[in-house]
């Protein structure tokens, strides 16, 4: 509820009615304690309804259609993979000696591996970044931030995650989508667009684990 405040109001008003209804809290309380989580109950609803759930249409999808919903939440996570952190990460990325390798924990889908494919906008000082099909993303800087003239040189770029997000999987695509929260417009075509753009670089993703695979990985830059 209030994560949601200000900024979905749907999502508000459901985490409210949610924390009332002992029919969901009943179901939640058969799953995992670390899969009763919101988002994840909100996405995996929007999943199977094809739309963002209300209260009405949440309850009956717990109430009519329970093994469904129990099925998708355990096997699901909610990594946000927001392309729009590289407006936050680029001006200490361009500090850094070019040409720079990325390696990324957690990177899902690498959305946040190709920031100098990205053009940028700092309250109109403009960055352009290699692909001029790839989403502008936004960033009102505060204080004195080192902004740069041109996205640094990236040689060599990879990321690692337990569980890695197939670009060109239809299904895996869909799941990030419904992770976006309903009120939030603007987010739904900056994920399909960063979609598009990474589906272009084709960042590589290794399905492993920081604390075995971190090394070998690293090694692998020039």
């Known amino acids: 509820?209030?994560?949601?405040?200000?900024?979905?109001?749907?999502?508000?008003?459901?985490?409210?009615?949610?924390?009332?209804?002992?029919?969901?809290?009943?179901?939640?309380?058969?799953?995992?304690?670390?899969?009763?989580?919101?988002?994840?109950?909100?996405?995996?609803?929007?999943?199977?309804?094809?739309?963002?759930?209300?209260?009405?249409?949440?309850?009956?999808?717990?109430?009519?259609?329970?093994?469904?919903?129990?099925?998708?939440?355990?096997?699901?996570?909610?990594?946000?993979?927001?392309?729009?952190?590289?407006?936050v990460l680029l001006p200490a990325l361009a500090l850094l000696p070019p040409p720079l390798a990325l390696l990324e924990v957690g990177a899902a889908a690498g959305l946040t591996l190709i920031p100098d494919v990205y053009s940028y906008d700092y309250d109109g000082h403009r960055v352009a970044g290699s692909d001029?099909?790839?989403?502008?993303?936004?960033?009102?800087?505060?204080?004195?931030?080192?902004?740069?003239?041109?996205?640094?040189?990236i040689a060599w770029r990879a990321g690692i995650d337990l569980n890695p997000f197939d670009l060109n999987d239809d299904d895996d695509m869909a799941w990030l989508s419904c992770l976006l929260w309903p009120g939030e417009a603007d987010r739904a075509e900056r994920l399909h667009g960063a979609i598009a753009a990474a589906r272009r670089q084709s960042p590589r993703i290794y399905r492993g684990d920081l604390l075995d695979d971190l090394a070998t990985v690293a090694g692998q830059a020039p």
Request: aromatic share 4%.
């Open 132 to 153: 001029p099909e790839a989403p502008l993303l936004s960033c009102r800087p505060l204080g004195s931030v080192p902004l740069p003239g041109r996205a640094p040189e």
């Open 1 to 87: 509820m209030h994560e949601a405040a200000g900024r979905s109001q749907l999502y508000e008003q459901l985490a409210l009615a949610v924390a009332g209804d002992d029919v969901v809290l009943s179901f939640l309380e058969r799953l995992p304690v670390a899969k009763r989580q919101p988002n994840l109950l909100f996405a995996a609803a929007s999943y199977l309804l094809g739309s963002p759930p209300e209260h009405t249409s949440l309850r009956a999808l717990v109430s009519e259609r329970p093994d469904e919903l129990a099925d998708v939440m355990p096997t699901r996570r909610t990594p946000t993979n927001e392309a729009a952190r590289c407006a």
